[in-house]
């Protein structure tokens, strides 16, 4: 089959390699239809090249045909339409009973003191070929799944892999009072969707990015959305627009390469030039990330208030504004979405026609599998209004 596949910092090819197979009683195999590039992807692109092996399959946003299932594989069967969660996890460990499935206990990663494996995503995870590729084994597939009906196209599900669930889980940590506020730092696809579930919720949502058709899109799903670069102040002019507080939450869906951090962006930089063993050290016990969103975050959220970041960060000693978080009291929540925690709140969205969520207008990019080279650099580069790349292979 054909698959996206992990040749070296910003070197990413169309391989042919072997049709996954059944390998344990609880695999499903999946013919994909859809599949997703995420930023996360983008991370792996080029600053977490130290944890990639050459030969590595990504992808993590994927839906498909199941195409044959494992003896213990019962609630789905060949011929399902399927959606498949980007954390692997067993739904019958003591993480995944209280529903905190990206830290399962059965497929986490202790030698690398982490949380559950997750597909297509560095040996930190378990190293699971992921689903950008024509073909996907599902470990665990007793439990992951998500079948989902026949009849409206794929974008209005492929979202509940990542996107949707991560976006719902980041407006429920950044616990916005009942007609409250929220700023949203970052307007990708998790910005873009995490403003909509948030004004859904009935928040008053202002967002902050520096893409000027970013912006535009968000605002023409009501969002207050606010130029980081005709700014002097961000928070200042946040703090204005609420009477001085700021917003209720804040929520960083920015992440590790933030704009506007040289430090971070000078230590990324040596890192990605360093042997591996190195960098990884350097990264594992340095102050790696580009701190400006979340700084942001800290400081636009109202006293009280709470700051949830959805974007992924991954260095260890960063420097965190002690003072600041202590004096206003700020309450902080983040980590992997627990994807199929979610599902059953988002279902009602993505199955009603009206398509209150507009998932089927997020896509900017379809593309064929031949395509994701180019996509992953113009993605990278945010470039030719790139917004969301799906894969149809
Ligand atoms: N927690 C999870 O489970 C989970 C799941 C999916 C994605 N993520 C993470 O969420 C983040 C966003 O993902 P995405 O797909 O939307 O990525 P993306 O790269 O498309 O979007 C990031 C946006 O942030 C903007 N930005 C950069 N610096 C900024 C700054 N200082 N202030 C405001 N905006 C700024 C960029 O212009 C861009 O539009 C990534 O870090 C990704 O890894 C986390
Ligand atoms: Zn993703
Ligand atoms: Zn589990």
Known sequence: MKAAVWH??????????????IEEATDAIVRITSSAICGSDLHLYEVLSPFME????????????????????????????VVIPFN?????????????????????????????????YTKLYGQVPGGQAEYL???????????????????RFLYLSDVLPTSWQAVDYAAIPEGGSVTVFGLGPIGQMTCRIAAHKGARVIGVDIVPERLELARKHGVEALDLEEHDDISDTIREMTEGRGTDGAIDAVGMEAHGAPVGEFAQKAAGLLPDAVAEKLIEKAAIDRMSALYACFDTVRRGGTVS????????VDPIPMMQLFDKGVQLRMGQA???????????LVTDDADPLETEELASHKIGIDEVPNAYETFQKKEDGAIKFVIQP
């Open 88 to 120: 692997i996890s067993c739904g019958h460990c003591w993480m995944c009973d209280q529903q905190l499935f990206a830290q399962c206990e059965t497929t986490q990663n202790r030698e690398e003191e982490k949380g559950a494996s997750l597909f297509g």
């Open 338 to 348: 627990h994807v199929k925690r979610w599902i059953d709140e988002i279902m009602p």
């Open 137 to 155: 084994r599902v470990p665990q597939a007793q439990f992951g799944p998500i079948k989902v009906p026949e009849g409206p196209p794929d974008d």
């Open 8 to 21: 070296g910092p910003r070197d990413v090819r169309v391989d042919e390699v072997d049709d996954p197979k």
């Open 309 to 316: 970041i959805s974007g992924v960060y991954g260095g260890m």
């Open 54 to 81: 050459e030969g590595d399959i990504l992808g993590h946003e994927p839906m498909g045909i199941v195409e044959e299932v494992g003896p213990e594989v019962t609630h789905i069967a060949p011929g399902d339409r």
